[in-house]
């Protein structure tokens, strides 16, 4: 029996973030998903600055609760992972995720969503798109033991954490000065 | 699973190193090689979707041959057939005219390693033909930077990470260049500033300290207006101006008496105190970067903006010659023979030379030749019918034509005007040596896989096609058909590109990507003195050529721009699913002004047009654009180019294409309208 | 017999020390002398503290105390009666190095004031305990002799006491692990959760059923990290006061509990949770955490491999409970609030639109105060005499608003049926799903 209860999470800083898409891409290139699948999604946000969301690994995943085959499990390093031999694309954990992770996978016909890249992980290589981003902007954690001061729970645009309590830090955007023509 | 190394062959400052992971001879995935500086282990999203570019539903497997041109009546042809058809075409217009004038290539730089040289190897083999001569794309400010320097190489990109300060004018590294930004905001996280100039608020804008907005095509004005207060503060190199400048009194004169800081913040639209912010960023005594993207020469004034800005850079950031650096880019290649572009014609007994179009006006000048005309045209590595401009021009050259071959791994806009179209493999199924004009990184690229059905390399078609050529009329082409790929290579790693990348065979580069050595600042580059900002020819009182007020451009109020996208170079890229999620329809941004100027809502469909054609779009209305300037993304199923014509710069030098200076309206959509 | 003096040095009785002649460093003649008693020592901490205390007190012929940091004695030897620890000179307020120093201190032997010295036992910089001996009318002299080994065996204690603390961590792991994997649905074998458990001695052939307790707003970049293991350490201590083995794990901003059942009477253990909760609350209550403490209670479950729906249960009657302000939740309590929570959040907005849209939007256009007023009459079972108390709002004003309310709604407030819509719809707004 393994001995550590860990807490993966992703930690994201806005202030790096410049929305090049390396992420979303290198997420596919990983995992070869469907064009339609997108495991991770950068949007943009206010103020011209970029969001970059996956599964968020949740502490109380809504999927966990809602799917009624019980087809995910919170492994003891804290991912989220969904059996698709399990899965039978009934799509309420779709819905039920604040943050789209859920994916419908039209090839399938079932769920899937982002496993943080466990086999990597367990090879010791950091997930696809944390190794991808060249600034660093995403990176993953320890979130059981990691703690940095100025780290937030949310940043505005992201959505409410209160029910599932996702696995995700934030570092926000620092002010800038810009003058537009009149 | 194999694992080659590769580089991304792509027209991008970055020429990433690449890694290739394959199983039975497929490509599994890609990563970026950690070996490589530069990008250091990581690609870009067009990077990362090489699997959806490699095995695309829309890729050409085959030789193909369309009868008639343009009908989309295609036929499966072999290889064999192909050969023969062209040449045939070749020597039955080298009887007709008595030289090879009458044959002539277009290509340009879809793919930019040494090894694609092969198309002008091939064409000067057989001796006097038609070329294009120039560079669309960054002459101009080229040719301004060794005016300014003297010489074209900066310093290592990645030392931007040291500086205290980056100023940026006019490019915008977020979308063409994403493995800069982490050097930049290496520096910034460490406190430096970073200073965005530029008419479009850019994403590289978005994550600046300082954005500071401009007209299009003013930053000369900008340039001289700071360099005008920096001296009137007196927070300038003296020393620097009094042992390495040559012309410091000149420009002293020229800026007491015509540079005008009212007219400054008039024609740049931006405010004095916003200016001095900018000096006082000039004049810290701290290391500071300069970098002029390529957006600033692409308008008429864009040789003297970038003198100015130069000048600028040096006379501020007590500059010595480490401090000063002035990115624009690196001419890596200059280092290497390049025996395919380099190869020698053989002589021609009446023919002495081969004949030379400017490239960024091709269609019109080929169209005008005579004696004889251009009767046939192989295109590779570009897609003009969707990049050049003057689309009118290329109809009417096409119908002279005789016969058009394209090259491509899909089918472009061009390749749908061809008669025959021969499919190209990818930089997985061939190899190469790849330098980049950003970095100073040289790179071998393997070959990983088998060639996609029937694909092949540029340098295999040409050896291919003059062999076939030299059977039919012995000593026809002088190519030596027998080297192969790595035997190029070989020719290319002459004794001095060997010492400075620090290589001894092939085998180190198989190891890992090589950096170039950096120059100590030898006595010749020290020597050098610098050449500030001057008017230009005496006599000729223009400073600055200003956009003129003649009854078309009342018409036509509003400048376009056409930036690169996020997910695309140019057209490359378009058919790839994971770049293109939503089904993407050519959108035109376009100012608040600009919209209630013409009753325009956002998500309308509007249309653009001048004189020379006229676009369909939805509008997306930004409330950062410049009044009157109106944004559209490069490519596209109806390319944006064809409201764009080139006006040929009054001096005789090559330039780039002025993209920028054209003139459009924009109106909401009628269904029914001539 | 070699006796020590303060500074630590050995003194050497004549016999063995080193002749005056031979005063060069030479390893063959001055070889290193360790002498017996600390070997002994070292041999005891073996056996532990109770070993370290045991054979100091031989060594010294005094009463030996080791206590914790609050003067729980852990271990004593030849303490003839009963002693307590009254007041320590320098009470170790600034702890710097590893090494304690030794001062003096008073104790109580059955109630006469004695003598004593004491020495921090330091680990990791922070006070772990302390060591005493009891002196009687000693000279100033004696003390000073003594000081040095004193400090040792504290040394020797502090190491021990590390073994321990990582040999629990250790245990604590592979127990959080599998209760972990309990609270996730991880483990399908009931015998092999079975057996696990007897590791610890819980009983999963018992029915157990999850507790959940919260930090409100917890913000994990600030105290409440600290406020979290201190409550933990006191929901435990509750659960060994009241006989249970404690099976309880820590997650960021909650402690999940897993609480065995103590019979078959629903209402009976209902009792004995909500006594439970209450003993927490009280004790959070000295630590000025109760305001923030919410809880929330999963229904039972006999076989445990199936306790992870009793934790989400938990968690969704933690929940309702923030929401509707019920202070002890469980989710067996819950009625319409737990099927609305877990409805289709497309279908309760529809259902809510369709029920009090209108009204609604007749309140945004006219700023009126209908909606309000009517969430005050479903809330007080649509008894106008309390509603108009309630909201201090004269009878007939109350009868006017609602029939501007039927109006709008073109539907009669007297229907059983209308009132259960009306309801249902007030608690979805309350569930935040709109």
Known sequence: MRKMVKQMGFVFNVDLCFGCMACEIACRNENQTDSTVRWRKVSRLIDDTFLSVSCNHCNSPECFRVCPENAFTKRGDGIVHINSDLCTGCGLCIEACPYGAPQYDPVTQKASKCHMCYPRQDRGLPPACVESCSTEALTFVDLNTFCDKKMVGTIPGFPDTRLTNPSIAFYPAKERNRYFLK | ?674 | ?434
Not at chain 2, 319 to 327: T, W
Not at chain 3, 227 to 251: C, G, Q, T, Y
């Open chain 2, 1 to 674: 699973m194999e694992i080659y190394r590769h580089a991304c062959p792509r027209n991008c400052f970055s020429t990433c190193g690449m890694l290739s992971y394959i199983e039975d001879g497929k490509l599994m995935k890609v990563s970026g090689d950690a070996k490589h500086g530069y990008n250091q282990g990581r690609l870009c999203a067009k990077g990362y979707a090489y699997t959806q570019y490699v095995y695309n539903p829309y890729r050409l497997k085959h030789p193909i041959k369309q009868t008639p041109r343009g009908s989309g009546n295609w036929e499966r042809i072999s290889w064999e057939e192909a050969y023969d058809t062209i040449a045939d075409k070749i020597l039955e217009l080298n009887k007709r005219y008595g030289s090879n004038l009458a044959s002539g290539y277009n290509k340009f730089s879809g793919n930019i390693g040494l090894l694609h040289y092969a198309v002008e190897g091939m064409f000067n083999s057989i001796g006097p033909h038609t070329k294009p001569i120039g560079n669309p794309c960054l002459i101009t400010g080229e040719q301004a930077m060794r005016k300014s320097f003297g010489q074209m190489n900066s310093m290592m990109p990645e030392k931007m990470a040291k500086m205290n300060a980056i100023v940026i004018w006019g490019a915008n590294p977020a979308v063409t260049n994403v493995h800069q930004m982490k050097f930049i905001l290496q520096a910034r996280q460490k406190g430096a500033k970073l200073i965005v100039i530029d008419p479009v608020f850019t994403r590289t804008a978005a994550t600046a300290d300082i954005f500071i907005q401009i007209n299009p095509g003013t930053d000369g004005w900008l340039a001289l207006g700071a360099a005008k207060l920096l001296i009137q503060s007196e927070s300038y190199d003296q020393e620097f101006v009094r042992n390495q400048t040559v012309n410091w009194e000149e420009f002293h004169q020229y800026v007491n008496e015509q540079v005008d800081l009212h007219e400054v913040c008039r024609q740049t639209g931006i405010a004095l105190d916003v200016i001095c912010e900018l000096v006082s960023i000039y004049s810290m005594a701290e290391p500071c970067a300069t970098w002029i993207g390529f957006g600033i020469q692409r308008n008429v004034n864009g040789g003297k903006n970038i003198s100015a800005i130069n000048t600028l850079a040096v006379l501020g950031c007590h500059s010595g010659q480490e401090n000063r650096c002035v990115y624009y880019s690196h001419s890596g290649i200059d280092d290497f023979p390049v025996n395919l572009l380099n190869h020698e014609e053989p002589e021609h007994p009446i023919v002495l030379h081969s004949r030379e179009i400017d490239i960024n006006n091709f269609a019109e000048n080929a169209s005008k030749l005579v004696d004889p005309p251009l009767k046939l045209l192989w295109i590779a590595l570009r897609n003009p019918l969707s990049q050049d401009q003057d689309f009118q021009a290329w109809e009417s050259l096409m119908n002279e034509l005789e016969l058009i071959v394209t090259v491509d791994l899909f089918m472009t806009k061009s390749a749908e005007m061809s008669d025959i179209v021969l499919p190209a493999a990818s930089h997985f199924e061939e190899m190469d040596l790849n330098v980049s004009y950003w970095h100073h990184w040289l790179s071998i690229n393997e070959k990983a896989i088998p060639p996609y059905y029937e694909a092949k390399s540029d340098l295999q078609i040409a050896r291919e096609l003059m062999k076939k050529l030299n059977d039919r009329s012995p000593g026809f082409s002088n190519f030596p058909s027998e080297r192969e790929p790595i035997d190029w290579i070989r020719m290319e790693l002459t004794p001095s590109v060997k010492k400075l990348y620090s290589v001894e065979c092939i085998d180190d580069l198989l190891e890992g990507p090589r950096l170039r050595t950096e120059e100590v600042s030898n006595s010749s580059s020290s020597s050098f003195k610098f050449r500030l900002f001057s008017q230009g020819n005496k006599g000729t009182s223009t400073h600055f050529i200003n956009r003129r007020k003649t009854d078309v451009e009342e018409s036509y109020p509003f400048q376009l721009l056409t930036p690169q996208s996020l997910l695309k170079i140019h057209s490359q890229y378009e058919t790839m699913p994971w770049l293109n999620q939503a089904a993407e329809q050519e959108v035109v941004e376009l100012s608040e002004y600009a919209a209630e100027k013409n009753g325009i809502m956002e998500g309308d469909k509007v249309e653009l047009f001048n004189q020379n054609g006229k676009i369909a779009a939805i509008a997306r209305i930004s409330r950062f654009l410049p009044q009157k300037v109106i944004l559209v993304k490069q490519a596209g199923k109806n390319p944006i180019n064809r409201l764009i014509v080139h006006r040929p710069q009054e001096n005789k030098e090559k330039s780039s294409m002025n993209f920028y200076d054209s003139s459009v309206n924009i109106r909401k959509w009628r269904e029914k309208n001539g």
């Open chain 3, 1 to 434: 017999m070699t006796s020590i003096v303060p500074d630590g040095t050995f003194i050497y009785d004549e016999g063995e020390r080193p002749s005056k002649d031979q005063k060069g460093m030479d390893l063959v003649e001055n070889t290193f002398f360790v002498p017996d008693y600390l070997h002994d020592l070292l041999v005891a901490s073996e056996k532990g503290l109770k070993g370290i205390c045991a054979e100091l007190a031989s060594l010294l012929s005094f009463p030996v105390i080791i206590t914790d940091p609050l003067f729980n004695q852990l271990a004593t030897e030849q303490v003839v009666n009963k002693v307590e620890i009254n007041y320590i000179d320098n009470q170790y307020r600034e702890i710097t190095g590893d090494k304690p120093a030794v001062v003096n201190c008073q104790l109580t032997s059955d109630g006469v004031p004695t003598k004593g010295i004491c020495s921090a036992i330091i680990l990791d910089g922070r006070l772990r305990g302390y060591l005493f001996v009891q002196i009687d009318e000693v000279s100033d002299e004696t003390i000073a002799r003594i000081h040095s080994i004193i400090a040792y065996a504290s040394s020797l204690c502090s190491l021990e006491l590390r073994k321990k603390l990582e040999l629990k961590q250790e245990r604590q792991q592979f127990k959080e692990a599998f209760i972990y994997d309990l609270l996730y649905g991880n483990m399908k074998q009931k015998d092999e959760i079975i057996s696990y458990g007897n590791i610890w001695g819980w009983d999963f052939t018992q029915s157990h059923t999850i507790i959940v307790f919260s930090l409100v707003d917890f913000d994990y970049y600030s105290e409440d990290q600290k406020r979290i293991d201190s409550m933990f350490f006191l929901i435990e201590r509750v659960l060994i006061e009241s006989n249970l083995k404690p099976i309880a794990m820590k997650k960021r901003g909650e402690i999940v509990v897993i609480y065995q059942i103590p019979g078959e009477e629903m209402d009976k253990n209902e009792y004995v949770i909500k006594e439970f909760i209450q003993r927490v609350m009280t004790q959070a209550e000295i630590m000025d955490m109760n305001t923030r403490i919410a809880t929330g209670i999963g229904r039972e479950s006999t076989n445990p491999e199936e306790l992870y729906k009793s934790y989400q249960e938990a968690k969704v009657a933690y929940e309702v409970g923030l929401l509707l302000n019920i202070h002890t939740p469980f989710f067996n309590g819950l009625g319409l609030e737990r099927i609305l929570y877990k409805h289709d959040l497309q279908d309760v907005k529809e259902y809510y639109d369709h029920t009090l849209g209108k009204l609604e939007k007749y309140d945004q256009v006219h700023g009126g105060e209908l909606m309000h007023t009517l969430e005050f009459y479903a809330a007080n079972q649509y008894d106008l005499t309390k509603t108009a108390e309630a909201l201090f709002l004269h009878r007939n004003t109350l009868r006017y608003r609602f029939k501007k309310v039927e109006e709008i709604l073109d539907k009669k407030l007297d229907d059983m049926n209308v009132r259960l819509n009306i309801t249902a719809a007030f608690k979805i707004r309350q569930l935040r799903k709109i």
